[in-house]
C-alpha cells in the first residue's frame, strides 16, 4: 500500500479529471441537460480535455469556459456546429498564465441567456439560459433538483422568483421579444409548484378547522405567487382550498360561507384591483349556529395592497412569512391538521 511505484502516463492525465466538475453539476450550471452535453461533445467537440475513463467525464475551468460561451452564442441564435467553432477557439486563446477560474467568472457574467440577472444565486444563471434556450426538460429537472435540495421557499423565493423578474425586465426592454420565454418558464414553475402539493398530508377532519381558502381578487390573473403559497402549505400539511386566478364575487361569497375557512388570502399584482370593500366583506362573512359564529382571518398578499393598510387583516411581506403567519393561525385554533 505504501509502496513507491513509477507513475504512469495514463495516471497523471487522469488526475487533472479528478478535480474537474461532473456532467450533472456542469449541466444545472449551464441550464442545459446532461444529454445536451454529450451530444454537443459527441457532434462538435467541445467535450471534456481530459476523461478519468473512457464513461465518466470531468470538465476542467477551461471546459466550464468553452460551455459556457457555447451556450451564450446558441442562445443569441448562432447555429451549435458554428457556436462550437468559435468556443473552441475563444478556449485556445485563453493564456496559460492568467487563473482560468477568474476569465470563467467573467465569461458566467455574459452567459446567463442575457438576461439582467445581477448578483443572485448561481441556480438562477443556470434557471435562466434554459428558459432562453426554450429547453423545458432542462427547466423540469432543474426546478425539481431545487426544491428537492433547499426547499420550497429558498428555491421560490431565491430563484424561482428572480429568474421570473429577470425575463419580465427583458421583455419590457425588448419589445415583442422574450415573451415565449416568460411563458414557457411561467408554465414549467407552475407545474413544479402543482407536484409539490402531491404528497401533502390528509386534509382536516370535517370537525376540524377550516381550510385556507386561497383565491386572486376579481380581475386579478396573476395567481402564480398564490400556487406558491399553495404548495407550502401543502408541504406543512395544511388544509387548502386553491380557486386560482379572477374569482368572482359572487362566487368567493359563497365559497367562504360553505367551507367556513380559517384563513382567506385575497391575491392582488397591481393596485387596480385589490379590491378593498371586497377584502372587509369577506372579513365580515359569518357562519354557524346563533350565539357562536365564526368568521375568518383575511390575508392579503401581492404589492398590489400596498399602501392600503385595513384594521385586522394580515399583510405578510413574502411566502415564509405567509406560512409563518397562517400556521400561527392553525396553533391558536386548534392542534394543526394531522398531528
Known amino acids: 500500500m505504501g509502496e513507491d511505484r513509477p507513475t504512469g502516463p495514463s495516471e497523471v492525465a487522469a488526475r487533472p479529471a479528478e478535480t474537474g466538475v461532473t456532467t450533472g453539476a456542469l449541466a444545472r450550471r449551464l441550464g442545459v ?134 425575463v419580465g425586465r427583458k421583455w419590457e426592454s425588448s419589445g415583442d421579444r422574450y415573451v415565449e420565454v416568460e411563458h414557457l418558464l411561467s408554465w414549467h414553475i407552475s407545474r413544479t409548484l402543482h407536484r409539490a402539493t402531491e404528497p401533502a398530508r390528509p386534509d382536516a377532519p370535517a370537525t376540524g378547522p377550516g381550510p385556507v381558502v386561497l383565491a386572486c381578487v376579481p380581475g386579478e390573473e396573476h395567481s402564480l405567487p398564490l400556487q406558491a403559497l399553495h ?5 406543512l400539511g395544511l388544509p387548502t382550498r386553491m380557486f386560482g386566478a379572477a374569482v368572482p364575487t359572487e362566487a368567493l361569497t359563497a365559497a367562504v360561507r360553505r367551507l367556513g375557512p380559517t384563513a382567506v388570502v385575497l391575491w392582488a399584482q397591481t393596485r387596480s384591483t385589490a379590491d378593498v370593500p371586497l377584502a372587509r366583506h369577506v372579513a365580515g362573512t359569518q357562519w354557524g349556529v346563533k350565539g357562536a359564529r365564526n368568521h375568518p382571518a383575511v390575508v392579503l398578499g401581492g404589492p398590489g395592497w400596498a399602501g392600503r393598510p385595513l384594521r385586522g387583516m394580515l399583510r405578510p411581506p413574502g411566502l415564509r412569512d405567509a406560512l409563518g403567519s397562517l400556521m400561527g393561525l392553525y396553533d391558536n385554533v386548534a392542534p394543526a391538521p394531522g398531528s
Not at 404548495?231 to 408541504?235: D, R, T
Open 33 to 166: 441537460s446532461p444529454t445536451t452535453l454529450r451530444s454537443w461533445d459527441r457532434r462538435y467537440g467541445v467535450g471534456p480535455a481530459v476523461r478519468s475513463d473512457g464513461r465518466h467525464r470531468r470538465w476542467t475551468p477551461q471546459d466550464v469556459a468553452m460551455l459556457e460561451e457555447m451556450c451564450r452564442l446558441t442562445s443569441a441564435g448562432v447555429p451549435p456546429a458554428e457556436a462550437a467553432r468559435t468556443a473552441r477557439k475563444g478556449v485556445e486563446r485563453i493564456p496559460s498564465g492568467p487563473d482560468p477560474s477568474a476569465e470563467a467568472g467573467r465569461r458566467r457574467s455574459q452567459a446567463a441567456g442575457a438576461l439582467p440577472l445581477g448578483d443572485v444565486r448561481q441556480e438562477c444563471r443556470g434557471l435562466a439560459r434554459a428558459a432562453v434556450r426554450l429547453d423545458a426538460p432542462a427547466m423540469d429537472d432543474q426546478l425539481a433538483s431545487l426544491v428537492a435540495r433547499h426547499g420550497l421557499v429558498v428555491a421560490w423565493d431565491e430563484v424561482m422568483v428572480p429568474t421570473l423578474h429577470a
Open 231 to 235: 404548495a407550502g402549505l401543502a408541504e
